[in-house]
């Protein structure tokens, strides 16, 4: 649903005190159906790594993958072998003495120092991380691990990822005009979304899905203004005719 920002904060504004009190307790309610989902995992993992992990273990590991020296942005070595095999013997055995915390735990800290003493090459993984997660990551061009279809298909879903991505642009121009408040929504989920992947690893591009969504309601905005300038294109033809007898 697109809100009309002026007329919510008006609205907002009028609201009687007490109106404004279940509004901001809808929300209080909302949160602790959140935290309540959450705690039993969050209980579950400090039981079992004896240190507080809210929901995944995981980050550590795929911020080790997304940035070490032989880091690409995805999944695999310019070689195409997988990344976790760049890992020597010694580490290996070292790792699985430890239980899945503590062992990504261990990644992490030397993801965080090959980032710290290695900026330069950290901004342009990056990039290079945005670009593979919002249209296609290379994986298909580096190996044959778990690709199955032709290879012109994953060419097709880039084209077609390419086309959403500017078809939303011109839309959030648009609705930056009529719904900024919608806009301003969208863009702070697709940032949010984004950050997580863009300085670890942008292993696959089904994990954008979620937000999908959000991109072709903008790029229906930029249908709409195709729409729009075909009827004013309309208007102008019918009137075309009338200028031309009065001369």
Known sequence: MIVNERNYRINWRRQPKGDKRVVLGKLAVSALVCLSVILPWTIRNYVVFHRVVFLKTSFGLNLWMGNNPNATGFLYTTAGEPMQNTLSVSKI???????????????????????????????????????????????????????????????????????????????????????????????????????PYAVSVAGNTRYRLPVEPILIIMASSCFDVIEQARNWQRRLLSHLPRSLDSC
């Open 93 to 195: 055995e070292y790792l699985g003495t430890l239980n899945e915390a503590e062992r990504y735990a261990v990644l992490e800290r030397e993801a965080w120092k090959w980032i710290i003493s290695h900026p330069y090459q950290f901004l342009c993984l990056t990039v290079k991380r945005i670009g593979y997660l919002w249209i296609i990551s290379p994986t298909y061009l580096t190996t044959d691990q778990n690709i199955v279809e032709p290879r012109y298909f994953y060419v097709a879903r880039a084209a077609i990822q390419a086309l959403l991505l500017g078809s939303a642009l011109v839309g959030s121009v648009w609705a930056y005009q009529r719904n900024r408040l919608f806009l301003a929504m969208s863009m702070w989920w697709l940032i949010a979304f984004t950050v």
